[in-house]
């Protein structure tokens, strides 16, 4: 009888026993998951921390490389060639008087061209580095952008914002702003053989959206960003982005054509005045 | 027949709840329409299975019939059933095949067991409880359940387990075959018609997870949604 009872004890035991390990197993298991995931999570963060900072060190590099570019250009060839000008100037004086017509002619020509390339080294500049966005804000070099363009392209493009006063951003903000803007008028005028485009600049209290609209054929963005080269656009776009906290939809209207939208959280210049920039002054661009 | 019905529930209540307790899971998992899902439709029709032969022996039982041939009966069908959900969760392929292996193999087992611990298939009043069915069946399901876990957090497949159907359903069968694990070769010298022997609490131990077991399972088909089942 003592044995019998010794025996259920010894299995009462060992079955709570048995139990209490069962219980600390799914214990275990959930603790162990919860842990495992965080972990993940913090790589994960970690990763991606990493890559943005890459990546704008990469888009910092590319501001200044091109107001490098632009500022040798500017102090350069510009005085070069402004210099040139002033010879040939000078020069045009000395053949007028010799009354030789070939001579003046080539002369003429001589400063035509001149002209013509400091027209062209002033545009190069400018497309480099965007001062007006600089000195006067988005919507002004959005509105240069527009007008440079329709003079040059059979083009009609719109632009609209909510706000006649659009509040200035930060300097990063801005630039990619309009540098997303930019690729996506290029895009439409490469690609989308449109005829007119519509550029809307929105702000509420949290949000800057930007939307740019094209009458062309319109586009699949997954299959692009698939095909290696053709995506990288698109891919700088989602880069730029990626920076400032910002996410990019696109979308197939139902007339035809495309829109891309990209939307960036509203981000205001500090409270001290930027200083004015000068697109030839030698410095290190912070985006 | 009710009388005798409830006279049995009132003098064996723990034994007789996971009777009942068998529709909670079965009607979650019809209303919730999860049966679409292939490993809730093999529970399903688990639940479905036990909850019959738990009536038919609950019947008995209030009746004082011996219903044990229909418990060694469960045992090959409980296995296959509730092992069969693993193989849909396991992605490792050896994994699948050894689950796949260990199915004839076990039923034979069994069927070999109950031919052996009953000398008399037919004389259903003296049967007993088999002897090594049960628990040969609780340490290869403590197996399969050990590896599903190894392998859930190895992989991470699964974001949160506590919205995840089958880890509920799991932790379910951890704790019923634990707790019967240590019981079950006991029940064969225990639970004989003619010489019963009160093993006292431990009678209830497997009984008490069973119900725990499935309250468990409608813990976690209540956390089945219908597109977001994760493989």
Known sequence: ?287 | MLESYFSYIIRQPVISAPVFLNLLPILLIWRKRAYNEKLLLILFVYLILKLCVDLVMFDLASHRQNNVIYYNVSIPVRYVLTSWMYYYEFDNKSHRRWLLFSWPLFVGFSMWDIIHTNSSIGDVHDQNVVLYSATIESLLMLFWIMLYFYDTIRALKIPNLLTYPFFWICSGLLLFYSSFLFIAPVMHYAARWDQWMDIGTLDYIPYVFESVSLILFSIGIAQYRDNSYAK
């Open chain 1, 1 to 287: 009888m003592q044995n019998n009872d010794e025996l259920k004890l010894a299995l009462l035991i060992a079955s709570l026993a048995m139990l209490m390990m069962a219980f600390f197993v799914i214990a275990f298991v959930m603790y162990y998951q919860k842990k495992r995931f965080e972990e993940e999570k913090r790589i994960n963060d970690i990763e991606k921390n990493y890559n943005r900072l890459l990546l704008d060190t990469a888009l910092n590099s590319e501001e200044t490389e091109r107001r490098r570019i632009a500022q040798d250009l500017h102090d350069d060839i510009g005085t070069m060639l402004s210099l040139t000008k002033l010879s040939l100037n000078q020069l045009s004086k000395l053949v007028a008087n010799s009354g030789d017509e070939k001579e003046e002619s080539i002369m003429k020509k001589s400063q035509s061209l001149v002209e013509e390339t400091i027209l062209h080294v002033r545009r190069i500049t400018r497309d480099l580095v965007p001062t007006t966005l600089e000195r006067f804000g988005l919507m002004e070099a959005i509105e240069e952008f527009i007008h440079k363009l329709e003079e040059d392209n059979n083009l009609v493009i719109a632009f609209q914002s909510n706000t006649e006063e659009f509040p200035r951003q930060g300097q990063k903000l801005e630039l990619t702003l309009y540098r997303i803007m930019q690729e996506l008028v290029n895009n439409a005028i490469k690609h989308a053989s449109c005829t007119k485009i519509d550029i809307v600049l929105e702000i509420d209290e949290e949000m800057i959206g930007l939307r740019v609209t094209d009458n062309g054929v319109g586009f699949d963005p997954e299959k692009i960003k698939e095909s290696n080269l053709a995506g990288l656009g698109l891919l700088g776009i989602e880069s730029r982005l990626a920076i400032v906290n910002g996410t990019v939809q696109y979308e197939q209207p139902a007339k035809g054509g495309s829109s891309a939208i990209a939307r960036i959280p509203v981000n205001p210049a500090s409270g001290n005045k930027p200083e004015p920039l000068h697109p030839f002054r030698r410095e290190r661009v912070n985006i």
